[in-house]
Every structure is written in structure tokens, then in C-alpha cells.
């Protein structure tokens, strides 16, 4: 996924899953996923000297390294990644011990050995404060397993032009329908992760398909999601990867309703640009750090982890990149810090129950069926390049 967010926009200051719901109810013990035996660290033991991380852009700074160095020894040597799948190649050379991994990439570095699971008990800052909508999503918690320790999530959002719409829309049909009166001017998400979108919009007006997870999709229902993309294609003006893009068309008034991350809108800095979740709901992302499994600085990266759950830094984090903070003890901590909570839902777990994290989709279905089998993220990959013809 492009995810260039924090350096894109600083140049422009400058200028889970339930079965049968939304977001995690933190237990995905009924479903059984066939992933590599590996070992979990068991104590900590001395530090050793370094860190090497894959992050998305704004999640590792120097005021935050520069402590942690002073506090463990571990220098941090970060790399930004722009896309998930960066992310996920960059973890398989083997050269990094830990990346900030959304739902779309975890999954798949579980399921193929590329990292380890947690011991939380070594991970102290990992607890009762963490928000309950990132404990146990089935991307980071596989077969009873923590494998992932939660930084912050978002929802895709509808943004919208209210000088054109007049008022928020209530429904995603306006970027799914045909006879939108915003036809020509509808953006939307560059990415095969984006099919998850149709099939929540799918879920909700077309019951008989049967779909129960937007990752979660049989051969006929990701047929059913490429036929609504497809129609969708016919009304777009643009489709975007790049954050940049996708301000500039809204502000040039290229584009008037369309798929955005409420960080895209603020950083528009338009009081016309707003953005509302529709009664369908949403897709969304929630990050999460990740061990690999051939890690040689395995004290180091269970230090960062504990030391980015604290309070402060984790809601730094979350400042910094334009999220909720999985740790929601920070939005106590100043009118400036509740703020920031309160415009990103941080503490409302009733939003988060609309949103559907991004989820790598593989053949086992994730809804709990059994009787078939579900498509796998390389088969949206090659489905996704059919849609634009």
C-alpha cells in the first residue's frame, strides 16, 4: 500500500475482524490458520547494541531514538518503506529486526514465517491501556498467538467538497454508482487492497452474496466486487497512491467525492474538504510492530516495542503521523493531547466498529468458512489489474 504519508505532508505544512461485525472483539481462537513453528523470546537478556527497523514514514524520529539509544544502548537505524509490499521485501532480505506493519502486510509475513511471535509478558507498556479494538485482530493474532504490538489505527473515510455536496453524503453510493451526480469527479484508492472497499459496500446492499468479511471473499464474491469496481471505473476522474495527488485534485477542484484518510483532508487545510464515515462503514488501517523471526537484536527491538507502547511516545506517534494512538492513556495526558484523540476517534470504540482493518486475504477463509475456498492476495493482485482496463 502507499503509505508516503508523514514526509509527503510535511512538505505541505510546510508550503480484524468480528465473524459477522466490523473491527475485533480481541478473540480470533475459533479460526485456525496453518503458520511455521517458531519460537517466541522468552527473556530478555543484554541489549545488543543496535536496532535495524522498516517504518512508514514519521514513526521513528530522532527525539524518540535519540532517548531510547540513551536508555538501552540500541542505536536505531530506521528505513522508511513507502508501500506494504516495501515492507514486506525489505523484512524477507533478513537485514531488519522489526517493522511497523499494517493489517495487509502482517498477515502475510505471519503466514510466511518471516516473523515471531510475542512474548507480551516482556513487553510491560503492552497492556490494560492499549484501546480493546487493537487487541487480537486475526492480521497480528494468529491462532491464540500475539504477534504484533498495536501503534495506531485510521479509517478510509468518504471526503468530500461540501461547496458541491451541500452537506456530507450518507451512503458510499455516490462513488459507486453510475448515476452519481459527481460522475467525472470521483477519486478513489490505486490498490488491490481497495477491492475490500466494494465488498463492504457490497455487504450492505447486497445481502444475498453473502459476504461477512471484505477479506474474505470466494471466487464468486470477488467476482461480484471487480463487476462493482468495474462500474465504478466509469465514473472516475482519477485514482490515487499518491497523497500529494489526491489533495491537490481536491483543492483544484478536479475531484469532489472520494476514498482519503482524515490526515489528507487536515493537511488540505480547505474548510471545504471535510470527510464523514457512511452508513456502510468503512475499510481502515491499523498498524502494528512486528519481530522478525531471524532478528539478532531481538532485546533491542522487545525494548523499542515496550518503549513506543509507553504512553507519551506512542501518542507522539500518533501526532506525528496523523492517527489514534493505540495507547489511550495518552489522551488524558493534555487538553492538546484529548484533542487530538477526540478528532480521531481514539477512545470511541463504536466508530471503530465500522471500520474493517486491513487484512492480507488468503485462502483460508477469514469469516470461518470452511466448505470453500477464498481468494488469495495474489489472486485481488491480478484481479485489481482487470479493472481499469
Known amino acids: 500500500m502507499k503509505r508516503k ?11 480484524v475482524l468480528i465473524l459477522g461485525g466490523c473491527s475485533s472483539d480481541g478473540d480470533s481462537s475459533g479460526l485456525s490458520i496453518e503458520v511455521p513453528d517458531i519460537p517466541m ?14 517504518n512508514w514514514s514519521g514513526f521513528v524520529e ?6 531510547f539509544t540513551a536508555q538501552t544502548g540500541c542505536k536505531v537505524n530506521p528505513r522508511v518503506a513507502g508501500t506494504s509490499d516495501e515492507m514486506v521485501t525489505l523484512m524477507r532480505t533478513g537485514n531488519y529486526d522489526i517493522v511497523s506493519a499494517s493489517g495487509d502486510a502482517a498477515l502475510r509475513l505471519i503466514v510466511g514465517g518471516d516473523v515471531q511471535p510475542l512474548n507480551i509478558d516482556l513487553i510491560p ?29 485510521g479509517a478510509n473515510l468518504l471526503q468530500y467538497n461540501s461547496d458541491v455536496t451541500g452537506g456530507a453524503p450518507e451512503s458510499w453510493d455516490v462513488v459507486w454508482e453510475t448515476d452519481s451526480p459527481y460522475a467525472g469527479k470521483v477519486t478513489a484508492y490505486d490498490a488491490p487492497i481497495y477491492i475490500a472497499d466494494a465488498a463492504v459496500y457490497l455487504m450492505y446492499h447486497n445481502p444475498e452474496l453473502n459476504i461477512k468479511n471484505p477479506y474474505s471473499l470466494d471466487a464468486d464474491q470477488l467476482a461480484a466486487a471487480i463487476d462493482l469496481l ?14 500529494v495527488a489526491q489533495i491537490t485534485s481536491f483543492v483544484g477542484g478536479n475531484t469532489v467525492v ?7 483532508r487536515k493537511f488540505a487545510a480547505k474548510e471545504n474538504l471535510k470527510t464523514t ?8 488501517w491499523y498498524d502494528s510492530w512486528l519481530v522478525s ?61 465500522q471500520v474493517w482493518p486491513w487484512t492480507t486475504p488468503i485462502e483460508t477463509c477469514l469469516d470461518g468458512r470452511t466448505d470453500v475456498k477464498c481468494t488469495s492476495f495474489q489472486e485481488w493482485t491480478n484481479a485489481w489489474l482487470t479493472v481499469k482496463g
Open 5 to 15: 504519508k508523514l514526509a509527503v505532508l510535511s512538505l505541505l505544512s510546510a508550503s
Open 41 to 54: 523470546h522468552e527473556a530478555m537478556g543484554e541489549f545488543e547494541g543496535e536496532l535495524n527497523i522498516v
Open 62 to 67: 530522532p527525539a524518540w531514538t535519540d532517548e
Open 125 to 153: 507498556n503492552f497492556g490494560g491501556e492499549i484501546a480493546e479494538g487493537m487487541k487480537g485482530n486475526v492480521y497480528d493474532t494468529v491462532n491464540g498467538k500475539p504477534y504484533g504490538v498495536p501503534i495506531g489505527r
Open 230 to 243: 468495474k462500474q465504478q471505473n466509469s465514473i472516475i476522474g482519477e485514482y490515487w497512491s499518491d497523497p
Open 258 to 264: 472520494g476514498t482519503s484518510w482524515e490526515i489528507l
Open 277 to 284: 464515515l457512511p452508513k456502510e462503514g468503512s475499510t481502515g
Open 293 to 353: 523471526s531471524t532478528t539478532k537484536n531481538v532485546n533491542c527491538a522487545y525494548a523499542w516495542m515496550d518503549y513506543t507502547s509507553r504512553a507519551d511516545v506512542n501518542g507522539a506517534i500518533a501526532m506525528n503521523f496523523g492517527m489514534a494512538p493505540a495507547n489511550i492513556a495518552f489522551c488524558a495526558t493534555s487538553e492538546k493531547a484529548q484533542a487530538h484523540c477526540d478528532e480521531f476517534a481514539a477512545e470511541d470504540e463504536e466508530f471503530f466498529k
